[in-house]
């Protein structure tokens, strides 16, 4: 194989609007698409756990020329937790970005919760470099400077 990018990540939330709150008010990506969509049907019916008869499907764009995408089951009840780096699965997605700090510091002033404190990422000169949060499902979201940081 031969690829050229990441297409996208994609994550299945509880409640979309509380998503949204979080991606999309916090962070500041911008929703590109937002429909449902029939999944009692055709091949998406072998991709569920469970059945279901549609989903919300909500793109959101980052500014990389790559999506975000989120989906929710409006009117089902959304099994599963998000899980944690030690479990089998993908574990979190990660952002790179200029600032690492000061994006924490802007997400905790939110109200946003940081995995284990901020202060669990710092060296011992008080820089930090990379941190997880969680999304309002618990999913980890990383921010950190890039990979040779």
Same mark, same amino acid.
């Given at each position: 194989m031969e690829a050229t990018g990441i297409s996208h990540i994609a994550v299945c939330v509880r409640d979309m609007d509380k998503a949204l709150a979080f991606y999309r008010d916090i962070l500041g990506m911008t929703v590109k698409k937002d429909f449902i969509e029939d999944t009692s049907t055709g091949g998406l019916t072998h991709t569920y756990k469970?059945? $279901?008869d549609n989903r919300r499907t909500v793109y959101l764009d980052w500014g990389q020329? %790559?999506?975000?995408?989120? #989906?929710?089951?409006?009117g089902d009840k959304t099994? +599963?937790?998000? /899980?944690? &780096?030690?479990?089998?699965g993908v574990s979190h997605v990660?952002? #790179?970005?200029?600032?690492? $700090?000061?994006?924490?510091?802007? &997400? /905790?002033?939110m109200g946003v919760e940081i995995a284990g404190g901020i202060e669990a990422f710092a060296d011992t000169? +008080?820089?930090? $470099? #990379?941190?997880?949060?969680?999304?309002?499902? +618990? /999913? &980890?979201? %990383?921010?950190?400077? +890039?990979?040779?940081?």
């Open positions: 469970h059945k $279901r020329d %790559q999506f975000f995408v989120m #989906t929710s089951h409006p099994d +599963g937790e998000g /899980i944690k &780096l030690d479990q089998v990660s952002f #790179t970005v200029k600032d690492v $700090r000061a994006l924490a510091d802007e &997400l /905790i002033a000169e +008080g820089h930090v $470099r #990379t941190f997880f949060a969680f999304d309002p499902d +618990g /999913i &980890l979201v %990383q921010f950190d400077a +890039g990979i040779a940081s």
